[in-house]
């Protein structure tokens, strides 16, 4: 904006000639970042996905052309289709994209934890198993205990199955979620 012209001159001049260049740039780039997405996106959240026929049937499309450079292409023709609809059409899309994104996050943490204090237990860390114990009360200490004793035997021994490692973490994944559900 050229200093002789006014503020209410360049905003006239938006309204008149619609937005700029840049600013249709950044909104066919995003849409070509939602576009990958969806490609990314595993097939059984896809179909949950409130998607136009087209839009689903270029994604199907994509994800089945095998050469990156018509992949790429493939892939700007999507947006090029999706860039047709309105902001409006792909919003709960979004707003899915995001929330499960989120989701998973916290999902991800949630199993971290479990790890680290199967891993702990493991180390023979006896705070560990007074703390599970303390939260958990209803847990069989005895089962829980003889895992714990196989798992650190599997451990030291190579080539064997972490069956008891496995059962822990399926152990502690199963008190999680009662206590969730117990909370909820």
Do not use: C, W
């Amino acid at each position: 904006m050229s200093p002789s012209r006014s503020r209410n001159q360049h905003e006239l001049d938006e309204e008149e000639y619609g937005p700029s260049r840049t600013q249709q740039r950044r909104e066919a780039l995003a849409v070509l970042v939602l576009a990958q997405q969806l490609v990314d996106l595993q097939p059984s959240r896809l179909a949950k996905l409130a998607l136009p026929d087209d839009v689903r049937h270029e994604i199907d499309v994509t994800r089945r052309t095998p050469s990156h450079g018509a992949k790429k292409r493939q892939l700007a023709f999507l947006a090029k289709v999706m860039r047709r609809y309105g902001d409006d059409d792909f919003a709960a899309v979004r707003a899915e994209l995001g929330e499960n994104r989120e989701k998973q996050r916290q999902e991800n943490a949630a199993m971290h934890r479990l790890e680290a204090m199967r891993d702990r237990l493991i180390a023979e860390d006896e705070g560990a198993l007074s703390e599970l114990i303390a939260e958990h009360p209803q847990v069989d200490r005895q089962h829980l205990r003889s895992l714990v004793r196989q798992a650190r035997i599997e451990k030291e021994v190579p080539n064997k199955p972490p069956r008891a490692y496995r059962e822990i973490f399926q152990l502690l994944k199963d008190l999680a979620q009662k206590g969730d559900s117990a909370e909820g």
